[in-house]
Each structure stands twice: as structure tokens, then as C-alpha cells.
């Protein structure tokens, strides 16, 4: 792909005596493009996240990151390249929300007022106001708002590419459509190269101007989602079906 950003070779990986994660995986992922990975758990998508901010190394193939191979980038020098969102944010519970936002900032040795000026940008880029915020402590903060910290503390130094596993799984179905939006909202404004990883489809359909599906560690389907609404690959209506499933029961709880 002409203009990517991010690319698998024929990748494959497996861990020692242990079966393969990956099969000969390839893709590849536009600068600014969101593409959405689902798939059941021990899919593979996961592995895939690590293998692009080099904790793991393929067993043959090539990671490619901004026209460089893995094995060929200082691992802390990608890994500034990359903001990592997890479902388990992971805040400091020992440091405020400000301070967890400019973690990397001062790794990075930034003055104390780039970071306190980048953290408020952050802040209210996210939806968190600096002065109602900065001075709270992760265990004030709801589950979306923590989220909203961990989304803001990945683009802290601007990186070009931003990974996100399961980000929004363990909040409430009202929550995860409200960050949701608010993911859109900011991705207009910062256009990142984004990798989401998600096992729901909906999600996928949501975020995803791309969506992946894989299955046994090989990409079954990969195109915008109403293509892949579409798709009548037997792997992918079977997701597509279990987001019909969730539908179907709320309406008759109705």
C-alpha cells in the first residue's frame, strides 16, 4: 500500500514448542487510516499490536513501522513513536491525572512548562476540564474518565501511531457509546494511524474506516465495514450474526 504506515509481511509467530499465533499475515495500514482487528479471543490480535511496538519479534517475515523494520528500530525509540491504550489503563495510582499525562513528556526531558501546557491540551482535547482534573487521583475517576486519561497520556509527544487493545470492553454499553463519539471526534482533529483491537463487531463497524477480521491467526476479511456487512464468508458472518444475537435478546428483554 502505497503511503503506509504500518505493514505485516508474511508474518508469522508462534512462542518455542507452542502453535502458531500467526500464519503468513499480511496487511497493511494507511497513515491516518483506523483500522479495526476483530476477532474471537486468541485470534491473534493482540500479538499483532506487540509486534508492531516490538515486545515481540516475528519468527519470519517483517514488522514494518514508518518504513522500518522492527528489527531494525532502538525499541525505546519506537515505543515513543507509538501511544498504547489498554483496557486496563494502567494510571499511576500514586501520581495525579496531570502527572500521569506527562509521564513520557519528562522521560523525553521536556521544560515543566511544555508539560504542563501539552497536559492541558491533552485534557481538554479528551473531554476532562484541567481545572476540575489535573489535581484528581485515578481512584476518584469513573471508568470512562480513566479511559479518557489513558487516551490522553498515549498522544502525549504527538506520536504518528496510536494502538488501542479492547480500549472500551470493560465500561457500560452507555459509556462505550459516548467514547465512542468522542474517539471520532478527537481522531478528526489529531488524524493518527490507529490499530483497534477489538473481539465486537459493532465496535469495529463504529471506529473502523477499515475493518479486519481474523480468525486462527490469518486475515479472513479486510475492507470498509459495509463491505464486510456484507461478506458472506462463513468466519465473518458468524461474528456478524453474534452482534444480531446481542440485538435480538435486548428486544425481547423489551
Same mark, same amino acid.
Given at each position: 500500500?502505497?503511503?503506509?504506515?504500518?505493514e505485516? =509481511? *508474511?508474518?508469522?509467530?508462534?512462542? &518455542?514448542? !507452542?502453535p @502458531?499465533?500467526l500464519?503468513?499475515?499480511? #496487511?497493511?495500514?494507511?497513515?491516518?487510516?483506523?483500522?479495526?482487528?476483530?476477532g474471537?479471543s486468541?485470534?491473534?490480535?493482540?500479538?499483532l499490536?506487540?509486534l508492531?511496538?516490538?515486545?515481540?519479534?516475528?519468527?519470519?517475515?517483517?514488522?514494518?513501522?514508518?518504513? =522500518? *523494520?522492527t528489527?531494525?528500530?532502538? &525499541?525505546? !525509540?519506537? @515505543?515513543?513513536?507509538?501511544?498504547?491504550v #489498554?483496557q486496563?489503563?494502567?494510571l499511576f495510582?500514586h501520581?495525579?491525572?496531570?502527572?500521569n499525562?506527562g509521564?513520557?513528556?519528562?522521560?523525553?526531558?521536556?521544560?515543566?512548562?511544555?508539560?504542563?501546557?501539552?497536559?492541558?491540551?491533552?485534557?481538554?482535547?479528551?473531554?476532562?476540564?484541567?481545572?476540575?482534573?489535573a489535581t484528581?487521583?485515578?481512584?476518584?475517576l469513573?471508568?470512562?474518565?480513566?479511559?479518557?486519561?489513558?487516551?490522553?497520556?498515549?498522544?502525549?509527544?504527538?506520536?504518528?501511531?496510536?494502538?488501542?487493545?479492547e480500549?472500551?470492553?470493560?465500561?457500560?454499553?452507555?459509556?462505550?457509546?459516548?467514547?465512542h463519539?468522542?474517539?471520532r471526534r478527537i481522531?478528526s482533529?489529531v488524524?493518527?494511524?490507529?490499530?483497534i483491537v477489538?473481539?465486537?463487531?459493532?465496535?469495529?463497524?463504529?471506529?473502523?474506516?477499515?475493518?479486519?477480521?481474523i480468525?486462527?491467526?490469518t486475515?479472513?476479511?479486510?475492507d470498509r465495514?459495509?463491505v464486510?456487512?456484507?461478506?458472506?464468508?462463513?468466519r465473518?458472518?458468524?461474528l456478524?450474526?453474534?452482534?444480531r444475537?446481542?440485538r435480538d435478546?435486548?428486544?425481547?428483554?423489551?
Open positions: 500500500m502505497p503511503g503506509a504506515a504500518i505485516f =509481511r *508474511d508474518v508469522s509467530f508462534a512462542r &518455542p514448542s !507452542r @502458531r499465533v500464519d503468513h499475515f499480511s #496487511l497493511a495500514v494507511g497513515a491516518g487510516e483506523v483500522l479495526a482487528l476483530v474471537r486468541g485470534a491473534g490480535k493482540s500479538t499490536l506487540k508492531v511496538n516490538r515486545l515481540l519479534l516475528p519468527v519470519s517475515g517483517a514488522v514494518i513501522v514508518e518504513d =522500518r *523494520d528489527r531494525d528500530w532502538d &525499541p525505546i !525509540r519506537l @515505543r515513543r513513536r507509538i501511544g498504547y #489498554l486496563e489503563v494502567g495510582p501520581m495525579t491525572v496531570a502527572s499525562v509521564v513520557v513528556p519528562r522521560l523525553e526531558h521536556w521544560a515543566e512548562d511544555r508539560v504542563a501546557a501539552r497536559t492541558m491540551e491533552l485534557l481538554d482535547l479528551v473531554g476532562l476540564p484541567t481545572a476540575q482534573f484528581a487521583w485515578p481512584d476518584e469513573s471508568g470512562g474518565q480513566r479511559q479518557r486519561v489513558g487516551v490522553a497520556r498515549a498522544l502525549a509527544v504527538d506520536p504518528p501511531v496510536l494502538l488501542m487493545d480500549p472500551f470492553g470493560a465500561l457500560d454499553p452507555l459509556t462505550r457509546a459516548e467514547l463519539a468522542e474517539f481522531q482533529r488524524r493518527k494511524t490507529v490499530i477489538t473481539h465486537d463487531m459493532g465496535e469495529a463497524f463504529a471506529l473502523g474506516d477499515r475493518v479486519g477480521v480468525e486462527d491467526g486475515l479472513v476479511a479486510c465495514p459495509m464486510v456487512a456484507a461478506s458472506r464468508d462463513m465473518v458472518r458468524r456478524l450474526d453474534a452482534v444475537l446481542d435478546a435486548l428486544q425481547r428483554a423489551d
